[in-house]
């Protein structure tokens, strides 16, 4: 007996330490230095444009078909530490332990002339200096090295113009093109084109952009480009002021774009 025992315990203690991160005190930093970002009132509820004021909850509830779904707030004050552990679950799909810079959650509230990645919800942060950014920062780098994302797979934009564009400009079964309502603002993933039936390099690199904002690559399940025109029976969104093109996963059609999301089709041939 004596120190040996002891110190075994130790190594065993710090062993559970990691395992079963976070712990109570860690969901409590992160409720303090992260969900109050989440939380916090911007006195409005406009999105897009220049600025945004609506607060982070207001459209990153579970309600919402997007990755980062939160719980909705079970008391007036907030999540329960229940909730936010669960929450921490979800976030923690959005950050990069290993480059904390290049975690979405930081790069999407970002504007893109600082590096950021174009957001539905808006632009929060103008700059890196923000103080906002900066505690989200910090607190990441303070986590363990333990949330690296998969590494994401391209998505071929010569199989876009081939065979993803045509699907935009045909309507099914009596429905309206995806163009005639996508065809600019930050949801102009559908463009008309200008001229002679054929897009532009320019106009299809344009498209591209737009649309990789409502992909998660390799995650064809949740892109919003293939849940909002999928039945919500078939497993769509609740809600889409557009059709539903599709009335389940087993649509060829969505099934060739799915594999397209998921970096599995590449080139100009479409069969
Ligand atoms: C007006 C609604 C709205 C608000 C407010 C909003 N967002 Fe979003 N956010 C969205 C939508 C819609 C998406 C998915 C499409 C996109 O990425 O633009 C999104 C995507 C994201 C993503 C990427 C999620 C993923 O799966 O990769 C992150 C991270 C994010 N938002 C963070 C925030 C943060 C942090 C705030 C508050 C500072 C915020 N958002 C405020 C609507 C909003
Ligand atoms: C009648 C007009 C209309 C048509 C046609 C239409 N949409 Fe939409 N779509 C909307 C509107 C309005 C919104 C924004 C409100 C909402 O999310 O429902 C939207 C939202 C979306 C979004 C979410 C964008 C974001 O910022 O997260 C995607 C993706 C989308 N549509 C895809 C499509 C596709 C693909 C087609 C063609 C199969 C299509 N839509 C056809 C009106 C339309």
């Given amino acids: 007996m004596g120190l040996v025992p002891l110190a075994a315990l130790a190594m065993f203690l710090s062993a559970c330490a990691s395992a079963s991160f976070p712990s109570a005190d860690d969901v409590e930093t992160y409720r303090n230095t992260v969900e109050s970002v989440f939380m916090a009132d911007r006195g409005g509820t406009m999105s897009g444009g220049e600025r945004s004021y609506a607060s982070c909850v207001m459209c990153h509830t ?15 004050s907030g999540w329960t530490s229940e909730q936010s ?28 002339v ?5 957001h539905t919800g808006g632009t929060y942060w103008t700059s890196r200096d923000d103080p906002e950014y900066g505690a989200v920062l910090e607190w990441i780098q303070s986590l363990p090295n333990q949330y690296i994302p998969e590494p ?20 099914r079964e009596g429905q309206i093109r995806c163009s005639r309502c996508h065809s600019s603002g930050l949801n102009g993933f559908a463009p008309e084109p200008q001229r002679d039936n054929e897009w532009s390099d320019e106009e299809a690199e344009r498209a591209y952009r737009l649309i990789s904002r409502v992909i998660a690559p390799g995650n064809a ?5 293939l849940l ?11 809600t889409h002021n557009g059709p539903r093109r599709w009335q389940s996963r087993e649509d060829p059609e969505w099934q060739m774009l799915a594999e ?11 069969s």
């Fill in 152 to 171: 994401e797979p391209e998505i071929d934009f010569e199989f876009f113009r081939a065979c993803v564009q045509p699907v935009f400009q045909t309507g």
């Fill in 260 to 270: 397209w999301v998921r970096g599995e089709r590449r080139g100009g041939s479409c």
């Fill in 228 to 238: 909002k025109p999928l039945h919500p029976d078939g497993g769509g969104a609740y």
């Fill in 114 to 118: 600082a590096g950021g990645l174009m």
């Fill in 85 to 112: 552990r669960r929450n921490f679950d979800v976030v923690s799909q959005l950050i990069n332990t290993d480059d904390p810079e290049n975690s979405r959650l930081l790069l999407k509230p970002l504007d893109s």
């Fill in 221 to 225: 399940e949740q892109s919003r480009f």
């Fill in 62 to 76: 579970w309600q919402t078909d997007v990755r980062f779904s939160l719980e909705r707030p079970e008391t007036n």
